[in-house]
């Protein structure tokens, strides 16, 4: 086409009103019409006055007109082209899910590439000397087949640009109060991004924005092999034309302070988006802090022949990039000076909640909050980046009691909703064990206690989580952390108590079964002491003669919560007390094997407070229900184990009329 026959140059002003030449732009803007529409934007004075009400238009021709929309942050009116940006998130944010489902079902990710293959060539001397009146940038030429219009653009792409948009825009506003357009910005921003969290793209451009805001300088990390990466690389604002209806007057420092607080706050929610957004399979739960601190403090307990969760995320491609993208989201939180102590602090204070009815943009940086989980996970990735990484980082002094307890208090509310604990989002509960596995390490642990009303609240949350939470590797981590909770109480009757209380009032049974495994420890622990008395300490001569579980008769008060009847049990009932039944036969066969009658005789005193006549007829009925169980399923369910017990105990057996083995 004739340039001068082109409707969007022979239209330009002052042959028309600028209304009336962007309905003649809108009428006729298509992909071919690209080029010449990159060399109108060079002029300021064309992209000031249409640019804002352009991006809409040319957000459906992405990834064509990347570069258009790029122009149009660079030199059009900053504040109303960040508004329009805005409004476009919003709108993403509360885009059609079937789309949604329909771009993962076909692949987002090949769906680009085979765009850009098809739609992206080499620019012709032509076809840049006819986009404009003189020289005009060069742009790609575009081959379409006009017939059949391109895919419209996945969501992904859009929010890349658009972010990518707004990286450009914000520097170049020059206000009293920047705050308000970022503000303004940002919830839109973080709507849009979480319904996003599926894909990597996002994060990708979202950090890149925050590294924008902060000024922050250092070089990026090596680019992913993704076919987006054509859309996501940020141009920055080089070249970018000043802001039209610039203020002269300096920044306040309490504006801002304040502008800080706002990012610093939308770091804290990306993070808290990204971790709640990560896959939790049956050995990995998203970051795995939990199980890889504890698998690498005790290294002799991993699995032969199966790489530890440390392993897996040194060779794991996916896990290894999640471990990239905390270190870059803690590298933010340095550079906007959100150090490990206000995390901390964030954590114990209590939380600051926005009025509902509040639609007044914040004027200080104490009216803006941080995300809780946010905190939690920035201040359990410093923390592995030290354990696991070896990092040069200080940490914040952390204790059980009060600075743990107050956190989980403040996540799990077992005040109020002490059935739902448990329940919470599995990447939450793998950072609350985590910072508890860390704390528990520091030399001290245990030494100062509370009250027990707070003890055992806080027991009783690390129990509920080892009861409740569906990833069996966290129930696992929140037993053993548990265990280590109770051991550490240095009073034994008060020990003795919560294990009595657990068997006879607790209703989950996984936590009856670890009572009994708490009654074994005790058990050996006391008998430990026992035997060292005559070389021992003052100190260890006290403890042993203060625990109830040094007295063989601590087993005739426990013997009748314990040794429940299996016979009086349904097949589903039996097949719950599993596990509970497997701690009670490890403990029975430990009481065989400690000796009989007048030597240590715990074994002799269960039947003082059974229901049986003797506590060899209780092992009898195991055997028989485990039996009539089997004749019952066809599935053998694990009872195999209990077998194995059952024989090793008849081996150890006792007989009460001779008291000898």
Same mark, same amino acid.
């Given at each position: 086409?004739?340039?001068?026959?082109?409707?969007?140059?022979?239209?330009?002003?002052?042959?028309?009103?600028?209304?009336?030449?962007? #309905?003649?732009?809108?009428?006729?803007?298509?992909?071919?019409?690209?080029?010449?529409?990159?060399?109108? +934007?060079?002029?300021?004075?064309?992209?000031?006055?249409?640019?804002?009400?352009?991006?809409?238009?040319?957000?459906?021709?992405?990834?064509?007109?990347? #570069?258009?929309?790029?122009?149009?942050?660079?030199?059009?009116?900053?504040?109303?082209?960040?508004?329009?940006?805005?409004?476009?998130?919003?709108?993403?944010?509360?885009?059609?899910?079937?789309?949604?489902?329909?771009?993962?079902?076909?692949?987002?990710?090949?769906?680009?590439?085979?765009?850009?293959?098809?739609?992206?060539?080499?620019?012709?001397?032509?076809?840049?000397?006819?986009?404009?009146?003189?020289?005009?940038?060069?742009?790609?030429?575009?081959?379409?087949?006009?017939?059949?219009?391109?895919?419209?653009?996945?969501?992904?792409?859009?929010? %890349?640009?658009?972010?990518?948009?707004?990286?450009?825009?914000?520097?170049?506003?020059?206000?009293?109060?920047?705050?308000?357009?970022?503000?303004?910005?940002?919830?839109?921003?973080?709507?849009?991004?979480?319904?996003?969290?599926?894909?990597?793209?996002?994060?990708?451009?979202?950090?890149?924005?925050?590294?924008? +805001?902060?000024?922050?300088?250092?070089?990026?990390?090596?680019?992913?092999?993704?076919?987006?990466?054509?859309?996501?690389?940020?141009?920055?604002?080089?070249?970018?034309?000043?802001?039209?209806?610039?203020?002269?007057?300096?920044?306040?420092?309490?504006?801002?302070?304040?502008?800080?607080?706002?990012?610093?706050?939308?770091?804290?929610?990306?993070?808290?988006?990204?971790?709640? !957004?990560?896959?939790?399979?049956?050995?990995?739960?998203?970051?795995?802090?939990?199980?890889?601190?504890?698998?690498?403090?005790?290294?002799?307990?991993?699995?032969?022949?199966?790489?530890?969760? %440390?392993?897996?995320?040194?060779?794991?491609?996916?896990?290894?990039?999640?471990?990239?993208?905390?270190?870059?989201?803690?590298?933010?939180?340095?550079?906007?000076?959100?150090?490990?102590?206000?995390?901390?602090?964030?954590?114990?204070?209590?939380? &600051?909640?926005?009025?509902?009815?509040?639609?007044?943009?914040?004027?200080?940086?104490?009216?803006?909050?941080?995300?809780?989980?946010?905190?939690?996970?920035?201040?359990?990735?410093?923390?592995?980046?030290?354990?696991? @990484?070896?990092?040069?980082?200080?940490?914040?002094?952390?204790?059980?009691?009060?600075?743990?307890?107050?956190?989980?208090?403040?996540?799990?509310?077992?005040?109020?909703?002490?059935?739902?604990?448990?329940?919470?989002?599995?990447?939450?509960?793998?950072?609350?064990?985590?910072?508890?596995?860390?704390?528990?390490?520091?030399?001290?642990?245990?030494?100062?206690?509370?009250?027990?009303?707070?003890?055992? !609240?806080?027991?009783?949350?690390?129990?509920?989580?080892?009861?409740?939470?569906?990833?069996?590797?966290?129930?696992?981590?929140?037993?053993?952390?548990?265990?280590?909770?109770?051991?550490?109480?240095?009073?034994?009757?008060?020990?003795?108590?919560?294990?009595?209380?657990?068997?006879?009032? %607790?209703?989950?049974?996984?936590?009856?079964?670890?009572?009994?495994?708490?009654?074994?420890?005790?058990?050996?622990?006391?008998?430990?002491?026992?035997?060292?008395?005559?070389?021992?300490?003052?100190?260890?001569?006290?403890?042993?003669?203060?625990?109830? @579980?040094?007295?063989?008769?601590?087993?005739?008060?426990?013997?009748?919560?314990?040794?429940?009847?299996?016979?009086?049990?349904?097949?589903?009932?039996?097949?719950?007390?599993?596990? &509970?039944?497997?701690?009670?036969?490890?403990?029975?066969?430990?009481?065989?094997?400690?000796?009989?009658?007048?030597?240590?005789?715990?074994?002799?005193?269960?039947?003082?407070?059974?229901?049986?006549?003797?506590?060899?007829?209780?092992?009898?009925?195991?055997?028989?229900?485990?039996?009539?169980?089997?004749?019952?399923?066809?599935?053998?369910?694990?009872?195999?184990?209990?077998?194995?017990?059952?024989?090793?105990?008849?081996?150890?057996?006792?007989?009460?009329?001779?008291? %000898?083995?």
């Amino acid at each position: 086409m004739d340039a001068n026959e082109n409707p969007l140059l022979k239209a330009l002003p002052p042959a028309v009103d600028w209304l009336s030449y962007l #309905t003649i732009l809108e009428y006729n803007l298509a992909p071919k019409q690209l080029p010449v529409l990159h060399g109108l +934007l060079q002029d300021t004075t064309f992209t000031a006055n249409v640019g804002w009400d352009l991006v809409h238009l040319l957000l459906p021709l992405l990834p064509e007109s990347r #570069t258009c929309l790029q122009d149009i942050a660079r030199l059009g009116n900053p504040r109303e082209v960040v508004l329009k940006v805005t409004e476009l998130l919003e709108a993403l944010a509360t885009a059609d899910e079937v789309r949604d489902a329909a771009e993962e079902a076909e692949g987002n990710s090949s769906e680009l590439e085979q765009s850009t293959k098809t739609h992206a060539a080499v620019p012709s001397d032509e076809s840049t000397s006819s986009s404009h009146g003189h020289d005009a940038p060069s742009v790609p030429s575009i081959h379409m087949d006009q017939d059949q219009p391109p895919k419209p653009p996945s969501r992904v792409s859009q929010f %890349c640009v658009l972010v990518d948009m707004l990286a450009v825009l914000h520097p170049r506003i020059k206000t009293k109060h920047p705050s308000r357009f970022l503000s303004t910005s940002l919830q839109p921003l973080l709507s849009a991004y979480a319904s996003l969290l599926t894909y990597d793209e996002p994060i990708d451009a979202v950090l890149d924005f925050i590294k924008t +805001l902060a000024g922050t300088k250092r070089p990026k990390l090596p680019p992913r092999k993704s076919s987006m990466q054509v859309l996501i690389q940020p141009q920055g604002s080089s070249g970018a034309a000043p802001d039209p209806e610039a203020n002269e007057e300096p920044v306040a420092p309490e504006e801002n302070n304040l502008q800080q607080r706002l990012i610093q706050s939308f770091l804290t929610f990306v993070v808290e988006g990204y971790l709640s !957004s990560l896959p939790a399979g049956d050995d990995i739960v998203a970051m795995c802090w939990s199980t890889r601190l504890r698998q690498q403090s005790h290294p002799e307990k991993k699995v032969p022949g199966k790489d530890s969760a %440390c392993e897996a995320f040194e060779k794991d491609e996916r896990l290894h990039r999640q471990d990239s993208i905390l270190g870059q989201m803690l590298a933010l939180a340095r550079d906007l000076n959100l150090v490990p102590e206000e995390l901390a602090t964030t954590l114990v204070e209590p939380e &600051y909640l926005i009025p509902d009815d509040s639609d007044d943009l914040p004027s200080s940086a104490s009216e803006v909050p941080l995300s809780r989980p946010g905190c939690l996970y920035l201040l359990c990735a410093t923390i592995a980046a030290k354990v696991f @990484f070896h990092a040069p980082t200080t940490i914040p002094h952390l204790s059980t009691f009060p600075i743990y307890s107050t956190i989980l208090r403040g996540f799990l509310s077992p005040e109020q909703f002490t059935g739902s604990i448990g329940t919470e989002s599995l990447p939450l509960i793998d950072s609350l064990l985590f910072l508890e596995s860390y704390i528990s390490e520091i030399p001290g642990f245990g030494k100062k206690l509370p009250d027990d009303k707070i003890f055992n !609240s806080h027991l009783q949350c690390l129990s509920l989580l080892s009861a409740n939470t569906p990833s069996r590797t966290l129930r696992y981590n929140a037993h053993v952390l548990a265990t280590r909770v109770f051991h550490a109480h240095p009073s034994g009757d008060r020990r003795f108590s919560i294990i009595k209380d657990n068997l006879e009032f %607790c209703p989950y049974e996984n936590l009856k079964a670890s009572a009994t495994g708490w009654l074994k420890d005790e058990i050996v622990n006391a008998r430990r002491l026992e035997h060292s008395i005559s070389h021992s300490t003052p100190r260890t001569e006290t403890e042993a003669k203060t625990t109830p @579980f040094g007295e063989a008769n601590c087993m005739s008060i426990m013997a009748r919560h314990v040794f429940l009847r299996p016979t009086d049990m349904t097949d589903d009932a039996f097949l719950a007390h599993q596990n &509970y039944y497997l701690a009670v036969l490890n403990l029975y066969y430990l009481l065989l094997t400690m000796g009989g009658r007048g030597e240590y005789p715990y074994i002799d005193t269960i039947d003082d407070g059974l229901d049986y006549p003797s506590n060899h007829d209780w092992l009898t009925d195991m055997e028989h229900r485990i039996k009539k169980f089997r004749e019952e399923n066809e599935e053998e369910a694990g009872m195999g184990l209990m077998e194995g017990l059952i024989a090793m105990c008849h081996e150890k057996f006792i007989p009460h009329n001779d008291g %000898c083995q």
